[in-house]
């Protein structure tokens, strides 16, 4: 006796098969095929925004434009990026910004043709803090975190948007040294006060 036969494929697998451009673009076997590619895509360009991100986080965290290329550095993050990617620091940040495709923020895209604003949410990465800069006309904050003379968390500081923390060990001694060095002598007191 004979086994049923499975199908190994799905009606919508099945259009997968073969170049998409050799398909009408009227048919359903087109249509599965480029929303298909369509969703890799995405999920690649969604990928590597996240990894450019990091790397690119790792590169200004140890500031290598103050060091590179040896004996003539750049000196600044934009000089960097134009030698490097070809590309200006705004340059790469509105790329990323389109890449993140996040909402909260109210910056124009260039690229639309409506008209209409993009937003992006609330952040940490130094390009959404690079765009408020500019958006809210910071121009000073902008131009040092440009220059590599000030970070993008350093500039969000000073903006106001941010509160500076620190770090302690979390050991009786690691407090007292951090109470003492951040504290003036009346909040010491009236922590103590409080506690």
Known sequence: MKRPTKHLFTEREKYLAGPRTMKDPTSEEWIVQTLYALR????SLERYHIEFEKVKAELESQRVWERYPPGRPYGS??????????????QVDAAVLRANGERGLG????????????????GTQSSYIKARLKRDDKTDLLAQVNAGNL?????????GWRKRMIQCEPTIEGFIKAITRH???SEREELKGRI
């Open 77 to 90: 993050e934009d000089e960097l990026f134009k030698n490097e990617l070809k590309a200006s620091s705004e």
């Open 40 to 43: 890799i895509y995405w999920e």
């Open 107 to 122: 910056m124009k895209n260039p690229d639309r043709k409506s008209g209409d604003n993009i937003t992006f949410k609330r």
């Open 183 to 185: 504290l003036s002598e």
């Open 151 to 159: 970070s993008a968390h350093a500039a969000a500081i000073e903006a």
